[in-house]
């Protein structure tokens, strides 16, 4: 297959990624980190792995890197959007929060992946098909456990949860208004990955999960396998969780 992965060289981005090119797929990571593309580029042999800088919340920006993909290899069979824009004030409290930046990160993360969306299945209807998956959040399914964050620096933004939310929906609205397409639209929700987050924090995390705790971005790309196959033909409008039972 060949694969788009937009923040392809974020934390789940590469290992998406690397597991796809290792799996003897063609991908396409697209990112603004040019520094960082070209040395995942250069992990692989051949084209198995390109990178393209591409800004996601620009959709001419998206179109260009689809239509070199397609002049390349003849057709994007996916696209998986794990790109994380927002601005220098996530992670704002709640109480503190500025009308301009809330308005400005649903503009970047939601706007983002309804634009990703739009730009991807106009692609697919050229070439008759395709997959679309977005990262989602186990934000998106429940409340924060704010116990977890007694203590430390950390949060949990509203507006992630208000975003993961609202991604939920769009994958649903898209898989039905797409039927009959040959398009698929689907979503993967990871539980935390762990990333340098106090001790405290991850012992409370790991409390409310099942075996681990905090996820290493390879336990997620599993599931983004399993999607990509002709195993996954029939599953379609979808949200699958991959958090360690931290949701039950």
Avoid at 75 to 102: I, K, N, S
Avoid at 144 to 169: A, C, N, Q, V, W
Avoid at 203 to 220: H, I, Q
């Amino acid at each position: 297959m060949n694969i788009l992965v937009t923040g392809g060289c974020g934390r789940l981005g590469e290992a998406f990624v690397r597991a796809l090119a290792e799996r003897g797929d063609t991908v396409i990571a697209a990112d603004v980190d040019d520094e960082e593309g070209a040395d995942l580029a250069s992990a692989f042999d051949g084209d198995r792995v390109t990178y393209r800088h591409c800004d996601v919340t620009d959709p001419e920006a998206l179109d260009e890197v689809l239509a070199d993909a397609r002049t390349r290899h003849g057709a994007v069979d996916a696209v998986v959007h794990a790109a994380y824009p927002r601005t220098e004030a996530w992670g704002t409290p709640f109480e503190d929060l500025e009308a301009d930046e809330v308005a400005e990160n649903l503009r970047l993360q939601l706007g983002g992946a309804i634009m990703v969306s739009q730009r991807a299945v106009a692609h697919f209807r050229e070439q008759g098909g395709g997959h679309l998956v977005h990262v989602g959040s186990i934000q998106g399914l429940a409340a924060p456990k704010f116990r977890h964050y007694e203590g430390t620096d950390m949060t949990s933004p509203l507006e992630y949860t208000t975003i993961k939310t609202g991604l939920l929906g769009v994958v649903r609205y898209l898989a039905k208004y797409l039927s009959d397409t040959g398009i698929r639209v689907n979503c993967i929700s990871p539980g935390g990955i762990e990333d340098g987050q106090p001790e405290a924090f991850l012992e409370r995390y790991r409390a409310d999960c099942t075996s681990k705790g905090m996820l290493d971005p390879e336990d997620v790309t599993g599931a983004l396998l399993f999607l990509l196959s002709d195993r996954s033909a029939r599953i379609n409008g979808q949200n699958l969780v991959v958090d360690d039972g931290w949701s039950l």
